[in-house]
């Protein structure tokens, strides 16, 4: 089942044109990502698509009673605050005990709810964003670079929780990364964009695509380390592409 699709969608900025005609579509249970360059419009399209940024034309359709849970890029927080995850997650209004541990434990947490938030490490707060968009059990679940500043090791292990989360809830999932291998392994669609969209497709598609090569200057060996990269955390099996 459809649960969002964007119809010839473009947004500007004081006549600069970000975005131009960009369709596409999601399906329930589908993870895709989308990949671009610096300035390609990716946060843009996010934006879009949750009411943050108005189309200068086209438009966004979502199916009726879908639910969206959205991970930022980052979220700036006073680390002087003195603020527990569990007070954290009842913002902008109060929740459920047993629905803030239920998002606590399929974001990787449990146990973490008391725990104030100037302790927690980088990893552990992005989980805790990650909590917080689950907490509505969204059938859509967008996510902008959610790994931005987060070692290799500890985007690895985000992105085998995004999984976790597919696999519990069902949802769609669509993410904006950087991370080329990573998005190889973990999509079952692959968007490239750069104002409009250069390429899509299953990742075995898209890797070999000369316009994928070109947007990311990518030459043959670096395309093989790009899809070969070994997490040491992952299994061999794992990796196949």
Known sequence: MRVLATKNLSVSFGGNQVLKDINIHIEQGEIVTIIGPNGSGKSTLLRAIIGAQVPTSGKVEITSKQIIG?????????????????????????????????????????????????????????????????????????????TQGLDHSGSADFYRQIERVRQELGCAILMVSHELHTVMRTSDRVICLNGSICCEGAPEVVKVAPEYRLLFGLDDAEMFASYHHHDPATPRHEEAI
């Open 70 to 146: 959205y991970v930022p890029q980052r979220l700036n927080i006073d680390e002087t605050l003195p603020m527990t995850v569990y007070r954290f997650l009842s913002l902008p209004r109060r929740q459920q005990p047993g629905d803030m541990d239920a998002a606590l434990q399929q974001a990787g947490l449990s146990g973490l709810g008391k725990q104030p938030l100037s302790t927690l490490s980088g990893g552990q707060f992005q989980r805790v964003l990650l909590a917080r968009a689950l907490i509505e059990k969204p059938s859509l679940l967008l996510l902008d670079e959610a």
